[in-house]
Structures are given as C-alpha cells and as structure tokens.
C-alpha cells in the first residue's frame, strides 16, 4: 500500500469534519458538525490563518490527517515549535500532547 502525505485543501474539508467527529467520539466529547466546515476553511485557509493541516491518502482517499500550529517560547525566545494538535487515521485517533518539536 503506497501512502501519500500532502498540504489539505479545502475540498478535503467535508472528510475533515467527518474525521473530527470521530475524534469528538474518541473523547467522548459533544459534537455538531454545523458550521465545522467554515470554521476549518477559515483557521486553515484565511490570510491570518491560524491552523495548518496535512492529509495522508491511499489510492485517492483520505485515511487520515494532522493539524498543528506554530507557537513561540517566551524561555527560549528564538526558537519557534510546531504544536501537533492532532493525528487522526480512519476510526484511530492518535492524540499527541506535550510533545514539540523544536526548531533552532
């Protein structure tokens, strides 16, 4: 099976509201997809945007995705970390907190 990873776009924005839904189940979180797809096209695609996310596809079908932000040390102030909010592959959810990966 060949994976390919990609920046999303936002046709892929119906499949992430699916798929952040099932992230909500997996945190038995409450949910309401209404609005979640304007809201995402915002965050991920707007000039000032504050998300970024990536897509991992098999044979043209989304299987699952990443979001992260860009976020800044105040105790090591030139240096800038990617935040991972999220790993999410169809029906698993990997959740990755507290781990940053540190650019000089």
């Not at 209404?34 to 707007?46: D, I």
């Not at 991992?56 to 990617?82: C, H, Q, R």
């Amino acid at each position: 099976m060949e994976y390919k990873i990609r920046d999303c776009k936002p046709a892929d924005l119906d499949v992430l509201v699916v798929l952040c839904g099932k992230h909500a189940d997996y945190e038995k979180a409450d949910y309401k997809a209404e609005g979640k797809k304007e809201q995402l096209h915002t965050a991920l695609f707007s000039e000032n945007r504050m998300l970024y996310g990536i897509v991992a596809e098999v044979e043209d079908t989304i299987i699952g995705y990443a979001t992260y932000t860009f976020d800044f040390s105040t105790w090591m102030p030139k240096n800038l970390f990617i935040w991972i909010a999220c790993i999410s592959k169809r029906d698993i959810v990997i959740l990755v907190s507290e781990r940053h990966c540190w650019k000089k």
